[in-house]
């Protein structure tokens, strides 16, 4: 069976790019918002979640505490993944307590799944 | 870096190497469907820009810049990633006056980049329905 991502991110474009990239390997779960990712994590708890900051009403942060603090949910590797780039950023969210962080745009595809495969094999 | 991009006109209209690889990870397919998400999202955020920035929703104005600078960057519409990064980085460091002075920049990098895709799009036969 292959393994279960989650990933959550309200622009359409990204969550068809990063389908594309992952759909032979992985069985993937898209949410458009923080609040539904958070249902539907505690419906199935996927083994990785890919997680956008930059979300409308809950931001990627907040969403991250949240199953940060779940007990079901708390040991699940999660990515950042964000456009939002900036010097300082990668300890910033490594900080927060993501497993590992992305910059957009995927310009390498080799990078995204090493990195997926890297948090799952830790998992 | 941004530091480097001193001029909009400094970056290619359409990035050839973000559109090939569109190509490679998922063809014709995969790059029309992206094309067609650009013009029908992309007009939408561009509003979003402008009624926040009219309405002092910045938090709105800000978001949809983002969200606007990251499907641009996806589909190497460089021009239009520059002006959006740009926009958000001005309402991030709260000078909305600035930021509303590009809003026409960003306005024509958008138009400018439809007409390029749409010529893109025309041009290698577009597998893609337009909705």
């Given amino acids: 069976m292959k393994p279960r991502i989650a990933v959550v991110e309200d622009n359409p474009d990204n969550r068809l790019l990063v389908q594309a990239i992952l759909d032979d390997l992985y069985e993937i779960t898209e949410y458009e918002s923080g609040t539904a990712a958070l249902t539907g994590l505690a419906e199935s708890v996927p083994d990785l979640v890919l997680l956008d900051i930059s979300l409308p009403e809950m931001d990627g942060t907040e969403v991250l505490r949240r199953i940060r603090s779940d007990a079901r949910l708390a040991a699940l590797p999660v990515i950042a993944l964000t456009a939002h780039a900036m010097s300082g950023d990668r300890e910033k969210y490594l900080g927060l307590g993501f497993s590992d962080y992305l910059t957009k745009p995927i310009v390498d595809d080799a990078v995204l799944l090493e990195t997926i495969a890297r948090r799952l094999s830790e998992g | ?131």
């Fill in chain 2, 1 to 131: 870096m941004r530091e480097e991009e001193d001029d909009v006109t400094d970056e290619p209209l359409l990035d050839q190497s973000m559109l090939n690889k569109l190509h490679e990870w998922g063809g014709a397919e995969l790059r029309g469907k992206m094309v067609d998400l650009f013009f029908e999202n992309g007009r939408q955020r561009v509003d979003a820009v402008k009624d926040g920035l009219a309405s002092g929703d910045l938090e709105l104005a800000e978001r949809s810049a983002h969200s606007l600078k990251s499907s641009a960057a996806t589909l190497g519409a460089a021009r239009v990633r520059w002006v959006a990064g740009r926009i958000e980085e001005l309402l991030e460091k709260g000078d909305t006056a600035a930021a509303g002075a590009l809003f026409g920049e960003l306005n024509h990098r958008f138009e400018e980049a439809l007409g390029a895709l749409g010529s893109m799009r025309s041009a290698t036969g577009g597998t893609e329905t337009p909705k």
